[in-house]
């Protein structure tokens, strides 16, 4: 196998998200690294991905997680040599899986040498790079992202004795993009990645790059022409390479990310995320429909990417005051479930491990429009650990096996970078992917199953939605459309049984071939169309004139 040419390959991706800390330890230290990711390739592989994200593993403190660079073009001791990512990324290439890496554009570590001698003085060449201030009252309009850590965007530094400003910890200081230097600087670390043979980057939080007085100092458009000048590079000197938004942001503000065409391919769907689960709770799709009616067109070669959980707590930036109270009541009972704005809790829990509404998040995951991200661990039902600090809990080591340390480290278990979920209920001796792999009816297998029925056709990464709507509002159905393909998807979100009519009428004389078992239902007729559901089901069907 080897990579598809296909420049739109981004909209056919289902993507796997993954930190190479977490996912498996070569060397029996504790860490996992490079060696270990690579030898679970072929895991990879027989899920059915094709395209891998690495959360950051350049040198860093690790005060938040590798977000905190201190050197942008080599790997992370910890996680192995550039030599290992280089195997790492051959061996995903034979496969056919592409490799997306993190790029923290906004902001270093306090420990990169750019902002020790930032720092140094005020007067030092490297001065300019950051954003500094003599007062720390500037950009006042600006909020804060990490509200239970954070006072202010401002930190003093007590050695050239002046403010610098930061949108995350203290401890990572914005660059400052208003300096050529540094926007020349960060695209060669771009390159020297594209050169390698990476074939996306993730940006992180570009929305805050550039900050004027007297707006939010987010989604500005000095921002969005820095994002343009990196994207036509990256395309004049490295075609087909793919660049992912991430920009929590209100649909309205995140539509100009796309450009028209020429700022990035993809952008992650924040606002949709909530609502799916808000739905799910309500047992009503109204949350869904309003959120996708509200999401404005994008170019015919970009792409939403969508997701259930990942790395970060599950944000709830982007809801109402009274959506982001109702979600902490359905969703976070306990105080420690919650961070910043957000529930720092895994797919799993957040369902009660109820394998009906675990199947039916991940069955619209994977149907509306977008390319599905699946988080590591997430498609055997792992659970969290809310007793660890900041959102360690959804990154505890994956879970292999019921053996030693759940097949993730032939460490000390003491001497893991993070204890292993030890309960009766998502404990490794419980949730594993050895186990599950002996039966084929768990978890692992049905996404296998799923991810390979989405990548059975084009039309779910590439198709159009025409969103039904049916009186029963507990039923969300929707058809996707590309070329002569069609398919009509349609979803219980309650916990109860349901009947639903669908006004099918445009399809008279179609069958309906339900795409996981292949079985075909009645014709349809002039009569509405009569589906009947049990509690949380989705039916897939291929509509077909025969
Ligand atoms: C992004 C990352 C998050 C990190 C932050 C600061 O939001 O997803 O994990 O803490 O950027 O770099």
Redesign the pocket.
Known sequence: MSLTQDALWHKDAVIYQVHVRTFSDSNGDGVGDFQGLAQRLDYLQELGINAIWL??FFPSPLR??G??ISDYESVHPAYGTLEDFKKFLAGAHERGIRVII?M?L??TSDQHPWFQESRSSQNNPRRDWYVWSETDTRYRGTRI??VDTEMSNWAWDPISKSYYWH???SH?PDLNYDNPAVREQMWNVMKFWLEIGVDAFRL??VPYLVEREGTSCENLPETHAILKELRRKVDQEFPGRMLLA?A?QWPADLRPYFGDGDEFHMAFHFPLMPRMFMGLKLEDRKPITEIMQQTPEIPASCQWCLFLR???ELTLEMVTDMERDYMYDVYAGSKSMRLNLGIRRRLAPLLDNDRRRIELMNGMLMSLPGTPIIYYGDEIGMGDNIYLGD?NGVRTPMQWSGGWNGGFSSADPESLYSPLLLNPVYGYQAVNVLSQKRTEHSLLSWMQRIIRVRRSTRVFGAGSIEFLYPANHRVLAYVRQLGNETVLVVNNVSSSAQAVELDLRRYKGNILIEMFGRNIFPRVGDLPYLLTMGPYQFYWFRLRRI
């Open positions: 959360m950051p938040d997680d977000y905190d993190e923290v906004n902001h992202i990490f949108r995350f910890f990572q992180d939080a991430e929590n990942n790395h970060d959102r």
